[in-house]
């Protein structure tokens, strides 16, 4: 295969390559022009942005239904292990790398109208270069260890995107606590790193993918969930995804739409093969549970961004729901279509806090231009706003003729071809996610677009600039049934092509009726003002909360003591140790001082005394020997005749 690829698909390796490193290129340039030229980075980023798009889609239709091509690069080498950064080019990445590279150049592009004269342009174009790199490297990685590192760059460069706004507490808390649940997450993605290799001695998805399930692939794949558990926000680590509302709105748009919390559900998708039916089943009621809870908590959000961000929580589950129901083609198929709307969602809802902000300075009004309850009427004064919002929340909706229907039937159909009771509960949680869809989404347009004009009506509301409508018209299309399937209500089209998949029709035209039917009713709901809200849900069920209480009351003990042990036992050893050594050192030089000194000091004094003596012997004088003589001869006598 490799020999093949190197001779015959020089051009895509060119291709592909470029369409990684392109955006790379584009934050380096960023980082390297001066402040006093940043605008000219407002122009490069967005160039470089479309050229890795225009590459990704060359690689797209020159590529697309032909047969798997590796691309191999041997990265380090470790005893006689080689470890290599391969590429991986299938159908599954080109869609991939096309869906991330048109949705970056397009919020690059969107990003020139809305971060106008912010003061760090420079380091946001970068790391949203640098983003768009690391999410790229995630989708080509055809190793678990590099795609390992792409993951924390992506995890890294979030961080920096979310907390933009430095000036904002918030903004800083909100990245922080983004990192740190998605380190959390990382745990279990290391873990099943360490799994991986003692047990297949290889980082390779294609190797890995192989062979019968067996219980170490079950704790290894539940490890690897646990990381896509932290990246695409499920329950119970969901907790940062509506908090990072307080980074700019594009970066929301970037990483809710094809990035980030993308990349969980794409690596399941990629690894699918890996999980074991236990793992599947465990992705299937997390991803239920999450998709109940985003949607009950949407329902009752009154942030524009937030609601977007719950509906994000809860689509995302519903993927899993499909991955877990054994179809992940399903999941793809949502992916894709949850990547145009949901941009475009996140695009409109940037373009009306982008309009109230400059309505608000021209006519000195100070009110949150997050809070739907605030607006209300802009459909007058942003109709080309209103357009694309509206087309985009009929496909999140799930209503017939758009992209966002197909894709649902899609994962219907994937719990509908299960049997058991759990399935008919899991069907059953999938249709409340779908009524709840209906009502949050219409609930966010009549508040914001038809209800009754509130603290904007007299402010002078103009549409955005031409720069940022562009990108919404593009999503918006790509809302629409067509990007899917050529039939408005057969999912099975181009990317199902070789499938014999079908949605039954009794399902379609139920599914139908429901959507429509939930549709009428929330007209009548919220035009006639009787909605209401619960603390329970705007919190997110107090999952917040409780994670509070858990640090407070059962990790606060926990700190206490290991500072205990810390303070006392590890610094009291250390102390002690070092005190018993100081004693120690002070006994052995009084030792030596006074008694290993002094006895060498009491032999060279003795020495010294004899040597003295007997050099008084020995003066010189004659009358010294003469009595010396008469002294040893007396001495002499008394010893004799005694």
């Given at each position: 295969m490799e020999d093949s690829f190197q001779h015959a698909h020089g051009f895509l390796q060119t291709v592909v390559l470029l369409t990684l490193f392109l955006p790379l290129i584009s934050f380096a340039l960023s980082?390297?022009?001066?402040?006093?030229?940043?605008?000219?980075?407002?122009?490069?980023?967005?160039?470089?942005?479309?050229?890795?798009?225009?590459?990704?889609?060359?690689?797209?239709?020159?590529?697309?239904?032909?047969?798997?091509?590796?691309?191999?690069?041997?990265?380090?080498?470790?005893?006689?292990?080689?470890?290599?950064?391969?590429?991986?080019?299938?159908?599954?990445?080109?869609?991939?790398?096309?869906?991330?590279?048109?949705?970056?150049?397009?919020?690059?592009?969107?990003?020139?109208?809305?971060?106008?004269?912010?003061?760090?342009?420079?380091?946001?174009?970068?790391?949203l270069g640098f983003f768009t790199f690391s999410m790229q490297g995630i989708v080509l990685s055809d190793s678990l260890l590099v795609l390992f590192v792409f993951w924390e760059l992506v995890g890294f460069s979030s961080y920096l995107l979310i907390g933009h706004y430095s000036e904002s507490i918030n903004a800083g808390r909100a990245s922080k606590k983004a990192f740190i649940l998605n380190r959390i997450g990382d745990i279990g993605f290391l873990v099943c790193l360490m799994l991986v290799w003692s047990n297949q001695h290889s980082f390779n998805i294609i190797e890995i993918v192989g062979g019968e399930p067996s219980e170490w692939k079950t704790y290894a794949s539940l490890c690897l969930f646990f990381g896509v558990v932290g990246k695409s926000a499920q329950f119970p680590l969901f907790t940062w995804l509506p908090d990072a509302m307080e980074g700019p709105t594009p970066v929301s748009a970037l990483m809710h739409a094809a990035t980030m919390v993308a990349a969980g559900v794409y690596l399941v998708i990629k690894v699918f093969p890996f999980f074991t039916p236990v793992t599947l089943e465990v992705i299937t009621i997390i991803g239920l549970v999450t998709a109940l809870i985003g949607g009950f908590s949407a329902l009752a959000q009154f942030d524009i961004k937030k609601i977007l961000a719950y509906s994000t929580i809860s689509q995302l589950g519903l993927?899993?729901?499909?991955?877990?129901?054994?179809?992940?083609?399903?999941?793809?198929?949502?992916?894709?279509?949850?990547?145009?709307?949901?941009?475009?969602?996140?695009?409109?809802?940037?373009?009306?806090?982008?309009?109230?902000?400059?309505?608000?300075?021209?006519?000195?009004?100070?009110?949150?231009?997050?809070?739907?309850?605030?607006?209300?009427g802009l459909s007058k004064k942003l109709r080309w706003t209103f357009a694309t919002f509206v087309v985009s929340g009929a496909s999140l909706a799930g209503i017939p003729f758009f992209s966002g229907f197909l894709s649902k039937e899609a994962l219907l159909t994937s719990v509908w071809m299960q049997q058991g009771y759990f399935s008919a509960i899991v069907f059953l949680g999938f249709a409340i996610v779908s009524v709840l869809t209906v009502l949050y989404t219409y609930r966010l347009v009549y508040f914001v677009f038809l209800g009754e004009s509130r603290m904007v009506k007299e402010l002078p509301v103009t549409e955005i600039p031409l720069i940022m409508r562009i990108p919404l018209t593009i999503l918006a299309v790509g809302s629409f049934w067509f990007v899917v399937s050529w039939s408005p209500f057969d999912f099975s089209g181009w990317l199902f092509e070789y499938s014999k998949t079908r949605a039954p029709i009794e399902l379609t035209i139920g599914s139908s009726v429901i959507i429509l039917v939930t549709l009428f009713f929330s007209t009548k709901i919220y035009r006639s003002g009787v909605a209401h809200t619960s603390d329970v849900l705007r919190n997110g069920f107090y999952v917040d909360s409780f994670y509070n209480k858990v640090s407070l009351y059962a990790l606060t003990p926990i700190y206490r003591a290991t500072l205990f042990l810390d303070r006392k036992v590890i610094d009291g050893g250390i102390h002690f140790s070092v005190y018993a050594q100081v004693t120690f050192a002070h006994v052995v030089a009084w030792v030596d001082r006074q008694i290993v000194d002094g006895l060498v000091h009491l032999v060279a004094g003795v020495a010294s005394g004899i040597g003295s003596l007997i050099r008084s012997f020995q003066g010189g004088k004659i009358q010294h020997y003469v009595y010396w003589a008469v002294f040893a001869i007396i001495i002499f006598l008394i010893c004799v005749l005694k």
């Open positions: 980082i390297i022009i001066s402040y006093r030229y940043a605008w000219i980075v407002s122009i490069s980023a967005p160039l470089f942005l479309l050229a890795s798009a225009v590459c990704a889609t060359i690689a797209l239709f020159s590529q697309w239904n032909a047969p798997d091509v590796l691309m191999k690069f041997n990265w380090f080498t470790l005893g006689k292990d080689v470890f290599s950064a391969d590429l991986l080019i299938s159908n599954l990445v080109l869609l991939m790398l096309f869906v991330v590279a048109l949705i970056s150049f397009l919020v690059h592009l969107y990003s020139v109208g809305y971060m106008a004269g912010d003061k760090n342009i420079k380091r946001y174009f970068a790391m993927m899993l729901i499909g991955a877990g129901a054994s179809m992940p083609e399903a999941a793809l198929l949502h992916l894709l279509t949850h990547a145009f709307f949901k941009a475009c969602l996140f695009l409109g809802a940037g373009a009306v806090i982008h309009s109230l902000h400059q309505a608000q300075r021209q006519a000195h009004a100070h009110f949150d231009a997050q809070d739907i309850r605030c607006m209300g």
